[in-house]
């Protein structure tokens, strides 16, 4: 009795806890969710950022608390899932160098308004998420909207819970890390076929956020030797 109570409790939190994850957005409506009864008839999720050899240009601006910066947004796409972001003004004055993949985090440059622990820990955590890398990102079972558009995922990843949401063509829409009640980390990508157009990531709580509009075609760019 008591087994099944608990099952019913965490069924119902769940659920809860998705549908609220996919709500509150002005491009995301609150979603009534279902289980999936045949996983298999579920498109892949299209990972937004999976193309080795591939060079991204973006439009950013990046808002810390009140101070705002802007520039270029520049992402090198390596094999074996390393990714290298630099961040640079108009004048070409480098905010930041970063490289991500297996090894972590690896720091080739960071001005000093970025250098902060707490700042750079979310450049990190923002990078890992962005790609996927770092520690393995764990999918549950999935949940489908009434309409079929929105597929739902409970995710975690060292222990932390998020929400994975891809539309009808698989491609990830939303990514959500949520508090205990509130989102800590909201990732939205827009307009896109193989790579995201526009990209708009915050951090509610720290009252950061990144705003990235690419300048390329869809395809990007491949890697000189």
């Known amino acids: 009795m008591r087994s099944g109570m608990k099952r019913f409790l965490i069924r119902f939190f ?29 498109t892949p999720i299209n990972r937004p950022f999976s193309s080795s050899g ?13 101070n705002h910066y802007s520039g270029l947004f520049a992402i090198r796409i390596f094999p074996d899932e390393m990714y290298r972001v630099v961040f640079l003004n108009e004048l070409g004055m480098k905010f930041f160098d970063l ?13 000093d308004a970025f250098q902060r622990t707490g700042i750079r820990k979310v450049l990190e955590e923002t990078l890992n ?16 909207t009434h309409s079929g558009d929105y597929t739902v995922y409970p995710v975690t990843s060292g222990g932390k819970k998020f929400c994975f949401v891809s539309n009808s063509s698989g491609n990830l829409e939303r ?33 950061i956020e990144i705003i990235l509009h690419s300048l390329e075609n869809q395809h990007g760019n491949t890697l000189s030797e």
Request: net charge neutral; proline share 5%.
């Open 175 to 207: 990514i959500v890390k949520q508090g205990c009640f509130s989102k800590k980390m909201i990732i939205e990508f827009a307009d896109y076929n193989q790579f995201p157009v526009d990209i708009h990531i915050s951090f509610p709580q720290k009252k």
């Open 99 to 111: 490289e991500t993949g297996s090894n972590g985090l690896i720091v080739h440059h960071c001005f």
């Open 14 to 42: 769940l659920f809860s806890s998705l549908t609220f994850l996919v709500s509150g957005s002005c491009t995301m409506k609150r979603l009534s969710l279902l289980p999936v009864e045949d996983p298999g008839m579920i």
């Open 54 to 66: 591939t060079e991204l240009l973006y439009k950013a601006q990046i808002n810390i608390s009140g």
């Open 129 to 144: 998420t962005l790609f996927l890398t770092g520690k393995p990102f764990e999918k549950g079972e999935a949940l489908i």
